[in-house]
């Protein structure tokens, strides 16, 4: 009997705590995420291929911010990329910028949700990989309810997503600093 309360318990816990199973092959802890070494297994894990020397009918960038409080997080380089390699994924980084590629050869939506696939990284409503709290994010500047795995990756977006214990006032970062080249 106590061992059918506790599992009781548990399960209650878990529904009330809103907390969502990350997808597989994901991260479960807190950051720094490194960046996947096996890139095409991650690549095909976020339903994207390798583009590599094609001809791009689409190349778009998106920023992204990460902050655990107020302390940001790196988004790691060579995510679903590497010139060694010759693997460039649809969607891919180059530096730890938090500038995000877009590169395809067809003009398609692209996600931020497929981005963190490839990473390896659970996204959800109310948590970033291993971060929990409360989750709150801003595309282009304004405040954005919903699941942040549909967010739409276009140009020169700015994506933040800032996790803070429950309660704590989040402040959103100023404005990324665009280089000229991406103009």
Same mark, same amino acid.
């Given at each position: 009997?106590?061992?059918?309360?506790?599992?009781?318990?548990?399960?209650?816990?878990?529904?009330?705590?809103?907390?969502?199973?990350?997808?597989?092959?994901?991260?479960?802890?807190?950051?720094?995420?490194?960046?996947?070494?096996?890139?095409?297994?991650?690549?095909?894990?976020? +339903?994207?291929?390798? #583009?590599? %020397?094609? $001809?791009?009918?689409?190349? =778009?960038?998106?920023?992204?911010?990460?902050?655990? &409080?107020?302390?940001?997080?790196?988004?790691?380089?060579?995510?679903?990329?590497?010139?060694?390699?010759?693997?460039?994924?649809?969607?891919?980084?180059?530096?730890?910028?938090?500038?995000?590629?877009?590169?395809?050869?067809?003009?398609?939506?692209?996600?931020?949700?497929?981005?963190?696939?490839?990473?390896?990284?659970?996204? +959800?409503?109310?948590? #970033?990989? %291993?971060? $929990?709290?409360?989750?709150? =994010?801003?595309?282009?500047?304004?405040?954005?309810? &919903?699941?942040?795995?549909?967010?739409?990756?276009?140009?020169?977006?700015?994506?933040?997503?800032?996790?803070?214990?429950?309660?704590?006032?989040?402040?959103?970062?100023?404005?990324?600093?665009?280089?000229?080249?991406?103009?």
């Amino acid at each position: 009997m106590r061992t059918r309360v506790v599992a009781v318990a548990v399960a209650a816990l878990l529904l009330l705590s809103g907390c969502a199973a990350p997808e597989a092959g994901a991260s479960r802890d807190a950051p720094p995420w490194p960046r996947p070494t096996d890139l095409s297994a991650r690549a095909d894990a976020a +339903g994207l291929r390798n #583009v590599w %020397g094609e $001809r791009l009918a689409e190349h =778009v960038h998106t920023h992204l911010t990460i902050l655990d &409080g107020d302390t940001p997080v790196t988004v790691p380089a060579n995510i679903g990329h590497s010139d060694r390699g010759k693997f460039a994924a649809e969607i891919h980084t180059h530096d730890t910028s938090g500038i995000v590629h877009v590169e395809s050869p067809t003009e398609q939506t692209f996600t931020l949700g497929q981005f963190f696939d490839e990473w390896g990284v659970s996204l +959800g409503p109310e948590h #970033v990989g %291993g971060l $929990r709290g409360e989750l709150t =994010v801003w595309v282009d500047g304004r405040r954005t309810i &919903g699941n942040p795995r549909s967010i739409e990756l276009t140009n020169r977006r700015e994506v933040v997503l800032i996790v803070t214990t429950i309660g704590e006032v989040p402040r959103l970062p100023a404005p990324f600093d665009w280089p000229p080249q991406y103009g």
